[in-house]
């Protein structure tokens, strides 16, 4: 089983759209969690970290399931900058960082 | 901000020669860097964990061998590609966070490895 698992997608979606994404973890000993956009041939870009009681940045809301050991990310009012993967990290006690396979997003007019 | 400078951002080199990235961190001491590779539509990869003056832990299935890491100091660490195959072709990307500011991991710019 891999540590931190995305549906890969991709998801497609009109503008204006709301959209979640699920991503679960293996490790119990997990320490922090955060979600991450990567562009087409880029490096990925920290999007927000996520908070045991849930956090929210403008249209972006993260949430935290330590008992179930997933997280989420919700993008509300979907934009066509909204295109991209995201990725979800988990970092351990060992300060390692593990990605999910990322989940694609494709935002259509 | 904290900023990791990672070079070069492309390389094509021939197969049998050997390729070194490097990977600074501009304004912050990094006493542990992390390399991580990524094949096209897919996750990163994490290979290793670079540790200033001692030795890199490789994750399992990466060869330390043909997977040199140098740390050599708070700042710079280097990834050097030995003997390259065309099956090493892929997106190389280092990270470093600031430890002293417990900050978020931050990125270099990937180096998009093409071997010929």
């Known amino acids: 089983r891999k540590e931190v698992e995305q549906d890969p997608g991709p998801f497609n979606v009109p503008e204006g759209a709301t959209v979640a994404f699920n991503c679960t973890y293996s490790?119990?000993?997990?320490?922090?969690f955060f979600w991450y956009r990567q562009d087409c041939r880029k490096e990925p870009k920290l999007l927000m970290s996520v908070y045991s009681s849930g956090n929210e940045d403008g249209r972006f809301t993260a949430q935290l399931n330590r008992a179930s050991q997933y997280i989420s990310l919700l993008i509300r009012d979907s934009k066509l900058s909204d295109s991209a993967t995201y990725l979800c990290?988990?970092?351990?006690?060992?300060?390692?960082?593990?990605f999910g396979t990322g989940t694609r997003l494709q935002v259509f007019p | 901000g904290a900023v990791v400078s990672q070079h070069p951002s492309r390389v094509i080199c021939k197969s049998g020669t050997s390729v070194k990235i490097e990977c600074r961190s501009l304004d912050f001491q990094a006493t542990t860097m992390f390399w991580y590779r990524q094949f096209p539509k897919q996750s990163l990869m994490l290979m290793a964990t670079s540790n200033e003056g001692s030795k890199a832990t490789y994750e399992q299935g990466v060869e330390k061998d043909k997977f040199l890491i140098n740390h050599a100091s708070l700042t710079l660490s280097t990834l050097t590609v030995t003997s390259a195959h065309p099956e090493d072709s892929s997106f190389y990307i280092c990270?470093?966070?600031?430890?002293?500011?417990?900050?978020?991991?931050?990125f270099g710019q990937g180096t998009r490895l093409t071997v010929v």
């Open positions: 490790n119990s000993a997990s320490q922090s």
């Open positions: 990290a988990v970092r351990d006690n060992t300060d390692k960082l593990i």
């Open positions: 990270s470093a966070t600031d430890r002293a500011r417990n900050t978020e991991a931050f």
